[in-house]
């Protein structure tokens, strides 16, 4: 009787694969739901550093009584430097050189190796700038938005856009942030709450990283020639193509102005109203009411809900 109570006191080798077994289908299922928990965790987060951005560009408005420019051209220093002081960052402000000259130049470019929590959403797994020069540099996620290119669908008037013929893209200019753009509340004639200020731009597959601190000119000041057909967008966008779109614009710098709001998220992108609310954008939102949420003042009836 002893010897048979020890033959059966362990479990048998089918029993062991047995339980092995359940165990991979219960992982098989959790998995999902745990990386689905993650990125509802990381979502959620990138919509807070967009209602802190709009937290600090409406502070800016307070004090300057307008929003930063996207871009100022005499320094190409981008929005996101200008907003420093109201995201407790002044320390980091007052050692920037805001005298004309590129960005490139030093106690310029050397911030770009900052990284601000703020600016990166947590889901892009590319944090740094894709510049050769300045690979170490952290890049900026939430690009200003310009404005819309093409038909106004209600009015069908063109939209606003400065130089669209050069390679670049040219620039829009009835969004919220542009090159030396100089907005306030009382130009947003759709309603603070119809109009885009900041979208994502972290979509990994199809996106031109750059330094946070880089905000784009007309003029390049470290050579001598201009850029007046040809201006660049680097902390900005045109509202050109549909959100995580294919777009096959060209290789650098051809088309870069109009490289598309994009992110990591699962079927669409972040963006932060004129009011200072997030709003989830999907990638299927219909393609007029998304260029009408991007102007500030196109008189069109509807827009992203």
């Known amino acids: 009787m002893t010897q048979r109570r020890m033959l059966h006191s362990g479990f048998t080798l089918v029993e062991l694969l047995v339980v092995i077994a359940i165990i991979g289908v219960l992982i098989a299922l959790l998995l999902p739901a745990v990386q689905q928990a993650r990125e509802a965790a990381r979502r ?10 709009g937290l600090a560009l409406h502070t800016y408005h307070d004090t300057h009584l307008k929003f930063p420019p996207g871009a100022v051209d005499v320094n190409w220093l981008s929005w996101a430097v200008l907003i420093l002081p109201q995201i407790e960052q002044g320390p980091l402000f007052d050692q920037f050189n805001f005298n004309a000259g590129s960005y490139t130049n030093t106690n310029k470019y050397i911030h770009g190796l900052n990284r601000m929590p703020m600016y990166l959403c947590p889901s892009s797994n590319s944090e740094h700038s894709l510049d050769p020069s300045y690979l170490n540099d952290y890049t900026l996620h939430y690009m200003g938005v310009a404005g819309p290119k093409g038909t106004n669908p209600a009015t069908l008037a063109t939209y606003a856009v400065e130089k669209e013929t050069s ?35 972290s979509w990994n597959k199809k996106n031109k990283f750059r330094s946070w601190i880089r905000g784009g000119a007309y003029t390049n000041t470290t050579s001598g020639s201009t850029y007046t057909t040809n201006p ?9 193509n549909a959100i995580n779109s294919e777009y096959t614009g060209g290789t650098s710098p051809e ?4 490289v598309c709001y994009g992110s990591e998220h699962a079927g669409g992108a972040l963006f ?18 998304y260029l009408s949420t991007a102007s500030r003042d196109g008189d069109e009836v509807t827009t992203a809900e």
């Open 167 to 201: 390679s670049r893209g040219g620039m829009a200019t009835q969004g919220m942030l542009y090159i030396d753009s100089d907005t306030r509340f009382r130009s947003i004639t759709d309603g603070t709450s119809n109009t885009f200020i900041l979208g994502e731009s």
């Open 44 to 53: 959620a987060q990138c919509q807070n550093n967009l209602k802190q951005l």
């Open 232 to 240: 660049h967008l680097d902390s900005t966008r045109n509202v050109a």
């Open 255 to 258: 088309g870069w102005n109009d």
């Open 272 to 289: 932060l109203m004129c009011d200072g609310s997030g709003k989830f954008v999907p990638e299927t939102i219909d393609y007029g009411i």
